[in-house]
């Protein structure tokens, strides 16, 4: 659908709120869809090294290069078989440690202040007694495609060459143009998600339009992209291990939406990759008053489990010095916005870390409660608008169905607050990579 | 507050291994999908298998961008050749319904207020197979209904319908089910 189709059907849900409430009937029903779907047992599979052995009783017909695959393959499958271990990038910080994300951030809330942008970041409530953490599910580590594959013919001698080693046991997420739905907050008012983030798709990404190429849709991970850009998030409060940055404000894609951030940011230690916390989990509580339904912009990072419950067992996951976090979701309220744009949604939801201190300490959390007072874009902070206009461009290049008016040209009008010396060359260049991939989409 | 802004980073080449990610990340769920058509499991993995080395009889970059949808297409195609030799191939018009025998006596209103998963997919077996196959790529697999149309060979328009048509009558028999 074009953009002028698009803004008459938005127009048409703000003025009618027997339409508004069909299309998020018909949401719910999707992401109802999407969660039991997601739920069905996924059948027991053959190991690889049985992949390439026929089937009992068939014969199969082996042309001769699929011989010299197959042959090449059994001997490759042989070997000891070792977790493939994805190397990432380093994040280059002046203090941080390398990063290992998993982007998997189901909700993300952002409020933004109808008054003169102003973050609300969250000083750490008093700790409460000591409680069982919940375990964030896993995501995957992923790599994009290597758009620079050595030269090989086909991929079975790719594969013959030695260049891959099979995982015993994948726990990586599905590959894939996955995109995440909405679930309904009634159902499922609860969720996890982890405090690793992979920042490879942004290079892929590039390396695909300087060469003139719309970037595949499944290179395109959006939470990837988000957590490759800094943002300001000041420093923990003294004494704290970390701190919070709730934000909120209209989506600009789809004003009648919420837009929610959250980042999180760990204290600066003596050291590089010193650990400030560890076992950290993160965890957001949507209130059902509040909230019809969410979605994790983290599009290509597979599905997630939308009832990541705790299971006792502490995550592992450790938050090491200076590093962050971010994560955006988009909220469909119980009430939509009035023609003046300015209604108070209430608490849309509590952020909380779940962690222990470094060494022997014991379990201990934070809370962030998050309120909505109905603050527009127009008004939300230059960095909340850029990483908006980031989830923007990755919507638009995996065509997603939630983008709504976005396009790659109002992507760039995003971008432009958050832009400028302050804010490092980084961000100069994602304007000119949305640019350039401008010509691409069409 | 401080923030230093370090310079771009310079993100090293991508490591290989595209073959077994995408391996290890599809080969279930396309064997559940391939299940589905052929209504047996061991005949999907073989359906799976097959698509796979063809996969890997493909020029690098061949399948570039659209590899998922590849295999699934793959899949289907190899699955319906399997029906048709087994003679158990159903052919349907663009937007025929399938009269599916009832299975019993319709869900009751026992229910409770929250729904469950094992019920959605109870409610979604009782669809005609090709609405339940355009439902599974859509909402479990999550193609686009472009993508439905080349895997399914359908129009676009038709997959519209089909979804259309499918999630109607999943939000009334779920709406029934409510106390």
């Given at each position: 659908m074009d953009e002028a189709g698009c803004a008459a059907i938005e127009a048409r849900l703000r003025d009618d709120p027997a339409a508004r409430a069909a299309v998020e009937e018909i949401r719910a029903t999707a992401a109802r869809l999407e969660a039991a779907l997601a739920a069905e047992p996924l059948p027991a599979v053959a190991a690889p090294a049985r992949v390439l052995r026929p089937s009992e009783g068939r014969l199969l017909r082996w042309p001769r290069i699929y011989y010299l695959a197959g042959t090449l393959a059994a001997a490759c499958f042989a070997v000891v078989v070792v977790v493939h271990q994805t190397r990432l990038p380093e994040r280059e910080k002046s203090v941080a440690a390398p990063v290992r994300p998993k982007i998997e951030a189901n909700v993300r809330v952002l409020e933004a202040k109808a008054a003169p942008a102003a973050r609300m970041t969250m000083a750490a409530n008093a700790p409460a007694a000591g409680e069982n953490t919940e375990r964030a599910e896993d995501s995957a580590h992923r790599n994009a495609v290597n758009q620079n594959a050595p030269e090989a013919k086909t991929m079975a001698s790719q594969l013959a060459a030695g260049s891959m080693a099979m995982a015993s046991t994948p726990k990586h997420r599905p590959m894939g143009d996955q995109t995440m739905a909405f679930v309904r907050a009634a159902d499922h008012p609860r969720a996890a998600f982890s405090i690793e983030v992979d920042t490879s798709s942004y290079a892929t990404v590039r390396e695909s339009i300087a060469h003139g190429k719309r970037p595949a849709g499944e290179t395109v991970r959006i939470g990837e992209l988000l957590n490759t850009f800094h943002y300001g998030y000041p420093p923990p409060s003294a004494g704290e291990a970390f701190a919070a940055s709730l934000e909120v404000a209209a989506a600009p894609w789809a004003p009648e939406h919420r837009l929610v951030w959250i980042g999180l940011n760990a204290r600066v230690a003596g050291e590089p990759g010193a650990t400030v916390a560890r076992d950290v989990q993160l965890q957001v509580a949507f209130n059902p008053a509040h909230v019809a339904t969410y979605r994790l912009i983290a599009d290509g990072d597979g599905r997630l489990s939308m009832n990541a419950m705790a299971d006792g067992r502490d995550s592992g996951d450790e938050f090491t010095s200076g590093e962050t976090v971010t994560v955006l979701y988009e909220i469909v309220p119980v009430r939509a916005m009035t023609p003046a744009g300015e209604a108070e949604h209430g608490q849309l939801l509590t952020f909380r870390v779940n962690y222990r201190e470094p060494g022997a300490g014991g379990p201990q959390h934070r809370e962030f409660p998050l309120p909505d007072r109905g603050g527009s874009f127009a008004a939300a902070s230059a960095d909340f608008k850029f990483a908006a206009a980031v989830a923007g461009f990755g919507m638009v290049l995996r065509d997603s169905p939630f983008k709504g008016t976005a396009t790659l040209a109002k992507v760039e009008d995003w971008t432009l607050p958050g832009v400028g010396a302050e804010f490092g060359d980084e961000r100069e260049a994602f304007v000119a990579l949305v640019r350039r991939a401008q010509p691409l989409v069409p | 507050m401080s923030t230093d802004r370090p310079p771009p980073r310079d993100q090293p080449d991508e490591p290989a291994g595209f073959l077994e990610r995408t391996f290890a990340a599809q080969q279930a769920p396309l064997t559940r999908y391939a299940a589905r058509l052929l209504g047996d499991a061991d005949r999907a993995r073989d359906v799976v298998q097959d698509a796979f080395v063809k996969l890997m009889a493909q020029?690098?970059?061949?399948?570039?961008?659209?590899v998922v949808e590849w295999l699934f297409t793959v899949c289907r195609h190899r699955a319906l050749d399997v029906l048709r030799k087994e003679g158990r191939m159903k052919t349907f018009a663009e937007g025929e319904v399938e009269r599916v025998p009832a299975a019993g006596s319709r869900p009751g209103r026992e229910l409770e207020v929250a729904e469950t998963h094992a019920a959605v997919l109870r409610l979604i077996d009782r669809l005609p197979p090709n609405q339940q196959e355009v439902i599974r790529l859509k909402f479990q697999n999550g193609f686009s209904y472009k993508e439905i149309s080349r895997i399914t060979t359908l129009s676009v328009g038709n997959v519209g319908f089909l979804i259309h048509t499918a999630v109607t009558r999943l939000r009334a028999d779920f709406a029934a089910q409510q106390p």
């Open positions: - | 020029p690098a970059g061949a399948v570039e961008g659209h």
